[in-house]
């Protein structure tokens, strides 16, 4: 069984930057594609972005050039970089995994999701 553990989340101000970490507990860490999704208060959760076993990324039209995912197998940790924050970044982010080489929903593991909140 994989356990998800995100962590980074906080209140930002708009304009700032943070990160997220999410910590993958199995073994076979880089055998999986991961994500990051969000989820604002009223609306549906949403991908914001995807990385392959090998590390090809892709993003939501909506956070591009803003948001970079990236990976560390050698921690078994997936990281997304957002800067840039705007108030509508407001959200609880998680992180999913799958065990694939590339991402396809839906999810095999969810983490317990992370808040941010964008002060404006």
């Known amino acids: 069984q994989v356990q998800l553990g995100e962590s980074g989340g906080g209140v930002v101000q708009a304009g700032g930057s943070l990160r997220l970490s999410c910590a993958h507990s199995?073994?076979?860490?880089?055998?999986?594609?991961m994500a990051w999704y969000r989820q604002a208060p009223g609306k549906q959760r949403e991908l914001v972005a995807t990385?392959?076993?090998?590390?090809?990324?892709n993003y939501d039209d909506s956070v591009k050039g803003r948001f970079t995912i990236s990976r560390d197998n050698a921690k078994n940790t997936v990281y997304l970089q957002i800067n840039s924050l705007k108030p509508d970044d407001t959200a609880v982010y998680f992180c999913?995994?799958?065990?694939?080489?590339?991402?396809?929903?839906?999810?095999?593991?969810w983490g317990q999701g992370a808040q941010v909140t964008v002060s404006s």
């Open positions: 999913a995994a799958k065990y694939s080489s590339f991402w396809y929903s839906p999810a095999d593991y």
């Open positions: 199995g073994r076979a860490f880089s055998n999986y594609a």
């Open positions: 990385i392959s076993r090998g590390g090809s990324t």
